[in-house]
T-cell receptor, first 114, second 110 residues
Framework: DTEVTQTPKHLVMGMTNKKSLKCEQH?????MYWYKQKAKKPPELMFV???????INESVPSRFSPECPNSSLLNLHLHALQPEDSALYLC?????????????FGNGTRLTVT | LAKTTQPISMDSYEGQEVNITCSHN???????ITWYQQFPSQGPRFIIQ???TKVTNEVASLFIPADRKSSTLSLPRVSLSDTAVYYC???????????FGAGTRLFVKA
């Protein structure tokens, strides 16, 4: 079990669908992250939120839209995705913004775009 | 951000000590070295972090030479359950980006 909870665990969606991934942590962490991981590849950073504000967007296409409603929640809204967007989407949090603070990861949402 | 180089894969047997070395020639003064472990279909899990010399916790040890251009993760007496991918990361403790390198796939055999 992890302290970062991601829902759903699996998601299959068509290219015209709109869906959302959810992430929740109750450790009081003030930085939250979205990563994308393709099979047999390392996680790739997508977005970083620091104190509920978007701090880093790693040139992610606009069909991915992050949202941080409060310090415990992080959403990733998906719209008009492509099959190549199929991947494991990982959420993470850290006590404070910065690489020195270890990241706590959820177990991800396995997304398949058909 | 400092680039890291690790072996793509390693094999070991149960009960052996495993050392995984990470090269980071352009490490900066403010950079820390952090290692994560990842099992299939799970998120990475923090193992250990250090700045210089040696750090030990209940899971592993991290050896960092004086020039800090490399680091070695040491796993004592591995078991089958240590089969995983191990990532070495180097970065500024004050920075935002945590960028993963290619990682090392460790396979522990009986």
């Amino acid at each position: 079990d992890t302290e970062v909870t991601q829902t759903p665990k699996h998601l299959v969606m068509g290219m015209t669908n709109k869906k959302s991934l959810k992430c929740e942590q109750h450790m009081g962490h003030r930085a939250m992250y979205w990563y994308k991981q393709k099979a047999k590849k390392p996680p790739e950073l997508m977005f970083v939120y620091s104190y509920e504000k978007l701090s880093i967007n790693e040139s992610v296409p606009s069909r991915f839209s992050p949202e941080c409603p409060n310090s415990s929640l992080l959403n990733l809204h998906l719209h008009a995705l492509q099959p190549e967007d199929s991947a494991l989407y990982l959420c993470a949090s850290s006590h404070q913004p910065g690489q020195g603070a270890p990241l706590h990861f959820g177990n991800g949402t396995r997304l398949t775009v058909t | 951000l400092a680039k890291t180089t690790q072996p793509i894969s390693m094999d070991s047997y149960e009960g052996q000590e495993v050392n995984i070395t990470c090269s980071h020639n352009n490490i900066a003064t403010n950079d820390y070295i952090t290692w994560y472990q990842q099992f299939p279909s799970q998120g990475p899990r923090f193992i250990i972090q250090g700045y210089k010399t040696k750090v030990t916790n209940e899971v592993a040890s991290l050896f960092i030479p004086a020039d800090r251009k490399s680091s070695t993760l040491s796993l004592p007496r591995v078991s089958l359950s240590d089969t995983a991918v191990y990532y070495c990361l180097v970065g500024d403790i004050g920075g935002f980006k945590t960028i993963f390198g290619a990682g090392t796939r460790l396979f522990v055999k009986a």
